[in-house]
């Protein structure tokens, strides 16, 4: 069995996909699954922290901007062009943002099973090289998007694996992860149940999902959530 299949094959038997290269989402997640890595958006309130999450900036950063994405959905490659480079030198760097990903490969439909393989990669990246080497490798991911989802997914994707240090072993081991399978696959079911995303990008603002077309719209909510952390600080202290 192909890396692919085999990977597609430890997806489905945990989604509700119909098979591997099919053309459609397949439906909701299998609800028995469980995140390896902490408590649900409800339970943790606000600040929707999970010991699982990719984050970039400041834990005490006094707004959480979430981004629920596909590394095959075209939008999410503009978004990651022409959005998050102002999200991350306006807010992220100057401590008032805290960013976290969080994959949603259900988008597009025809690809699902390339996002899934690729968002197991970059989590399996982590373990080696930290959140940098996983944002790194969601970077390129999205700005190479056309060559390995419509090429050799397998052999692009290990060319991504070995510009980042990482070994065509270490990629196979990758593909056996069902821990990391396991978060994905959390993610998608809150995605669905939680917040009924309406599709990818979608971006949370302190958990309330904000329409995002362009920087504009996004730095609006932001502005908007920082004014109100700034007036309930005055009012506590």
């Known amino acids: 069995m192909s890396n692919i299949l085999r990977a597609c094959a430890l997806a489905a038997s945990f989604l509700a996909v119909a098979a591997c ?120 991911l999205l700005k190479t998007q056309r060559v390995w989802i419509t090429g050799d997914t397998e052999a692009e994707l290990k060319k991504i694996f070995q510009q980042a240090g990482l070994s065509n072993d270490y990629y196979d081991a990758c593909l056996k992860r069902q821990d990391l399978l396991d978060i994905i696959t959390a993610n998608v079911e809150e995605a669905e149940n939680t917040y009924e995303i309406p599709g990818t990008p979608t971006f949370l603002v302190d958990g309330e999902i ?17 004014g109100e952390e700034s007036a309930s600080a005055e009012a506590d202290g």
């Open 21 to 140: 290269g099919a053309s459609s989402d397949g439906g909701q997640a299998a609800s028995g699954s469980q995140a390896t890595g902490g408590a649900s958006a409800a339970e943790t309130g606000k600040g929707l922290a999970r010991a699982s999450d990719m984050v970039l900036g400041d834990d005490s950063a006094p707004v959480t901007v979430i981004e629920y994405a596909s590394v095959t959905c075209g939008g999410c490659a503009q978004a990651h062009e022409t959005i998050i480079p102002d999200l991350k030198s306006e807010y992220v760097d100057t401590g008032k943002v805290r960013f976290v990903f969080r994959e949603y490969p259900k988008a597009p439909p025809s690809f699902v099973n390339q996002s899934y393989l690729a968002s197991i990669m970059a989590r399996c990246a982590a373990d080696k090289g930290g959140k940098e080497a996983y944002f790194l490798i969601i970077d390129a």
């Open 210 to 226: 904000v329409r995002v077309g362009k920087f504009a719209e996004l730095k609006a909510a932001i502005d908007e959530a920082l």
